[in-house]
């Protein structure tokens, strides 16, 4: 199967039935068998995919991407002992970084339903058009790139946090904070924003949010 049928969907699908890691085989660049550049944007998912990990507190060394030849037989064997032996070393997802199975589950299930979002932005704003990994790998780590993620995805990824949580029940914007990790002012801009959409509302009685429609 071609490296560019990879789906952001199988990526996080993956990680949130607790894969502790998941690597990806792909032709050379340049050197498609199916002439349509597939790898490239495999490449471009990958880099997207952990620079979210990331976000979310995961290790985004849980997910490699390696290219190589049919014929290189001895060169995947190589890549893939070593990708089992960093992930062997990470040891199971969330718990070398510190993060609950609670927490884990909130941010995993964010991501999950931002995933069509995720496509469009990524295929309309945030693809990188390269030549050399080197090249991919230095636009996904530059200022540019930062910019555009935290207006892109960032905002939205805590926005969608939030609603999740509001869904159990509902929470103060000091509960809010707490839970996820951001200041109040950030809070406050995202429920400003959710409640003009009519996304949720502002409990005066109790001093706290809760979804649109729910008592």
């Known amino acids: 199967m071609c490296s560019g049928r990879v789906d952001i ?14 690597f990806i085989g792909g032709c050379r660049l340049k050197e498609c068998n199916y002439v349509t550049h597939g790898n490239y944007h495999a490449l471009n998912l990958v880099q997207l995919s952990r620079r979210i990990m990331e976000h979310i ?30 992930i062997r070393s990470a040891g199971p997802i969330g718990v070398s970084e510190g993060i609950n199975q609670e927490t884990l589950s909130l941010n995993l299930k964010a991501v999950t339903k931002l995933i069509p979002y995720l496509r469009l932005v990524e295929s309309e704003r945030l693809r990188g058009h390269f ?12 200022e540019e790139f930062e910019r555009l993620f935290k207006d892109l995805v960032a905002d939205r990824l805590a926005i969608g946090q939030i609603i999740t949580l509001l869904q159990e029940k509902p929470l103060s914007t000091g509960d809010l904070s707490e839970i996820l990790g951001l200041s109040p002012s950030d809070i406050s801009k995202h429920l400003n924003n959710t409640a003009k959409q009519g996304l949720v509302k502002y409990q005066e009685d109790e001093k706290r949010f809760a979804l649109a429609g729910v008592e």
């Open 9 to 22: 969907a199988h990526l996080f699908r993956a990680f949130s039935n607790r894969m502790d890691g998941v």
């Open 57 to 86: 507190g995961l290790n985004p060394d849980r997910l490699s991407i390696e290219f190589m030849s049919s014929g290189e037989g001895n060169l995947f064997a190589r890549v893939v002992d070593e990708f089992v032996e960093t």
């Open 131 to 142: 030549e050399t990994l080197d090249q991919f790998k230095a636009f996904y780590a530059s």
